[in-house]
Every structure is written in structure tokens, then in C-alpha cells.
């Protein structure tokens, strides 16, 4: 059984780019959350997607977008990047729907997101 | 809307004695509650969480915590802690209606020989 993968670990952008970042679901889970942690703080949840529709979203502008494909591997795309949007990038994956059924979540390592 | 304190930015102890890290909420609902782990340049990993039943909720590595809903408490607690268990810790909680999960500002537990 493999883990929740993320990619790429590290990553540099320029203030109004676009960046995509990629993760992959551990095997079973229908379930992908995302998350954004700024430095010295906790995760903040961006949204979550079952069985590739959103499933309920945090408090973060329509520029953060996401998707989820039929193998339950996701996308967090963000458009015109700004300085904040530098952070830890989670993913998550759980079976079901996730937190609303107590279900595990389990995370991958993150991407390292800095906007220059 | 939910929100979750975590009363120490930081804590340091000596390796083998007790720690307990503390953590309170606030929520209009029910909620789920969760301690996490984060060990550096990794994500989250699960220790322990309590949806129901026995308020005394035991994890992995010797951690356990109790739910107290007077004083909206979730306080996590190890009686003798390891140089290994170095970390950030994060209590978290997420409300039985929906998957907006709130996560504190986290603990960083250092443990000294």
C-alpha cells in the first residue's frame, strides 16, 4: 500500500504566475484534501474533493481552484500567485468522506511553495 | 465557525519526564477533535482522535488525551517522554456537519537529554 504522494517538493515562482501542484491518493482512498500552512502556523483548509467533485471549501479566493481524476489523484492550481500564497502545501486522502465520517486522514509531505 | 488555541507556542522538558500540551476550542456544534505530529520537512501524522464514546482517548507512541466538553478542553498528555518525540504538535477539530477541519497554531515540543 503506497502513501500519499506530493509533487514537486520544492518550488520557486514569480508574484503573478500560475503554479500547479499534483498529489497522489494513497490506494483506496476516494478522498483529497488540501491544505495551505504559512510558517510558524497550523494548516488552514483550502477544500476538499470526493470522488472528483468538491466537497466543501475553506475561506480561500476563487484562484485557488482544484480537481480530482477518476484514479482520486488531485490538482490545487493557483492563479496570479502573490507573496502570501508562499507556504507548506498538505495533501491529504481518506476513504469515505473523509472528516464528516471520522475517517483518517492521511498526509503526504507537502510542497514547498515560495512566490518571489 | 470553529477555532482552536494552543496555550504554548512552546514547550521544553527533560528527556523522561511527564508533558502535557494543552488545547481548547470553541464551536457552535459537535465536533470531532484530533492531535497531530509533525516531524520537520514532513506532513502531518495521525496520534490519536476522538469521535464518540470514552472521553479518555489513548494514541500511538504512549500519547493519550481527554475530552472535557464543560471546559471545551482536548489537552494532550505522555508521562515520560523520549529525545524522539521532538516535534510540532497540532490539535485540530472538525465539526460534525461538514469537512472544514480548524487546526491550532501548534505546540513545539522540545525534548532535552
Known amino acids: 500500500e503506497t502513501g500519499v504522494t506530493q509533487s514537486p517538493t520544492h518550488l520557486i515562482k514569480t508574484r503573478g504566475q500560475q503554479v500547479t501542484l499534483r498529489c497522489s491518493s494513497q490506494s483506496g482512498h476516494n478522498t483529497v484534501s488540501w491544505y495551505q500552512q504559512a510558517l510558524g502556523q497550523g494548516p488552514q483548509f483550502i477544500f476538499q474533493?470526493?470522488?472528483?467533485?468538491?466537497?466543501g471549501r475553506g475561506n480561500f479566493p476563487p484562484r485557488f481552484s482544484g480537481l480530482q481524476f477518476p484514479n482520486y489523484s488531485s490538482e490545487l492550481n493557483v492563479n496570479a500567485l502573490e507573496l502570501d500564497d508562499s507556504a507548506l502545501y498538505l495533501c491529504a486522502s481518506s476513504r469515505g468522506q473523509g472528516i464528516v465520517k471520522g475517517a483518517e486522514a492521511f498526509f503526504g509531505q507537502g510542497t514547498r511553495l515560495t512566490v518571489v | 465557525a470553529q477555532s482552536v488555541t494552543q496555550l504554548d507556542s512552546q514547550v521544553p522538558v527533560f528527556e523522561e519526564a511527564p508533558v502535557e500540551l494543552r488545547c481548547n476550542y470553541s464551536s457552535s456544534v459537535s465536533v470531532y477533535l484530533f492531535w497531530y505530529v509533525q516531524y520537520p520537512n514532513q506532513g502531518l501524522q495521525l496520534l490519536l482522535k476522538?469521535?464518540?464514546?470514552?472521553?479518555l482517548v489513548k494514541g500511538i507512541n504512549g500519547f493519550e488525551a481527554e475530552f472535557n466538553k464543560s471546559q471545551t478542553s482536548f489537552h494532550l498528555r505522555k508521562p515520560s517522554v523520549h529525545i524522539s518525540d521532538t516535534a510540532e504538535y497540532f490539535c485540530?477539530?472538525?465539526?460534525?456537519?461538514?469537512?472544514?477541519?480548524?487546526f491550532g497554531a501548534g505546540t513545539r515540543l522540545t525534548v532535552k537529554p
Open positions: 485540530a477539530v472538525s465539526p460534525h456537519n461538514n469537512n472544514d477541519m480548524r
Open positions: 476522538y469521535l464518540s464514546g470514552s472521553t
Open positions: 474533493y470526493y470522488r472528483e467533485e468538491e466537497n
